[in-house]
Nanobody, 118 residues
Framework: QVQLVESGGGLVQPGGSLRLSCAAS????????MSWYRQAPGKGRELVAT????????NYGDSVKGRFTISRDNPKRTLYLQMNSLKPEDTAMYYC???????????WGQGTQVTVSS
């Protein structure tokens, strides 16, 4: 059974940093690209960043480029998102998954809440 468990969110002031983690189980983690998504209240889910299966390539949404870094540790079956220079507009629930075009491969996890506020 596939499980994606996100953690590391919290309340942070503008300009601060957080590191999110996504622990994956139930599939061969190193075979799949992984992505971070986020969903703000009243908005649709947004693709934040993607990393290929062994981490050789990464892509970022324009709104986070230069501030966020996606990485992965395949032996630990864990995906990470380092978020720096956080802004109030980064406030959202953050999720991980494998992107397939406009869809995702796995059921969504519970997400981790990031709130950026002074």
């Amino acid at each position: 059974q596939v499980q994606l468990v996100e953690s590391g969110g919290g309340l942070v002031q503008p300009g601060g940093s957080l590191r999110l983690s996504c622990a994956a189980s139930g599939f061969i983690f190193s075979d799949f690209s992984m992505s971070w998504y986020r969903q703000a209240p009243g908005k649709g889910r947004e693709l934040v960043a993607t990393i290929t299966s062994v981490g050789e390539n990464t892509n970022y949404g324009d709104s986070v480029k230069g501030r966020f870094t996606i990485s992965r540790d395949n032996p630990k079956r864990t995906l990470y998102l380092q978020m720096n220079s956080l802004k109030p507009e980064d406030t959202a629930m953050y999720y991980c998954n494998t992107r397939i075009g406009n869809y995702v491969r796995w059921n969504w996890g519970q997400g981790t809440q990031v709130t950026v506020s002074s």
